[in-house]
């Protein structure tokens, strides 16, 4: 856990993987209780949105992180800062020359018992603790 649910609208020039691929570096190396084994993302492409007045130059990308309930509320808005932080390194330049772009996280938890994986994925050339889900 945790999986990560990154929404961004389609007019936003992006490509979501190379920014997945380090996002799921740095929470492993940041976050004690998270494991590679576990994290599961996933990039999703919007068509369909409005903001603010409708300016058509108006982006967005949003991050939900979705982790298993009973995580201390320091972990929470530790995966919250690291997830900003990502958002802001990526998009902050573009900012800077003038993209209006809102960015902004959110944040679940599952539940024991509902929420349910199975997952027989080997991990290979990681250690034991950083495989371990």
Do not use: C
Not at 31 to 53: F, N, P, Q
């Amino acid at each position: 856990m945790p999986n990560i649910i990154l929404e961004y609208t389609d007019n936003l020039d992006f490509d979501p993987i190379p920014f997945l691929e380090t996002l799921h570096h740095d929470l492993v190396e940041k976050v004690d209780s998270i494991r590679y084994k576990g994290l599961k993302s996933r990039a999703i492409k919007l068509t369909e949105y409005h903001m603010a007045e409708g300016n058509p130059a108006y982006k967005m990308v949003n991050i939900t992180a979705v982790l298993r309930e009973g995580r201390p509320q320091a972990v929470k808005e530790q995966v919250a800062n690291i997830l900003m932080d990502a958002l802001k390194a990526e998009f902050g330049p573009r900012r800077e020359k003038g993209e209006y772009i809102n960015l902004s996280t959110d944040f679940r938890e599952l539940f024991h018992g509902i929420a349910l994986t199975d997952n027989n994925w080997p991990v290979e050339g990681l250690s034991p603790e950083k495989r371990r889900s």
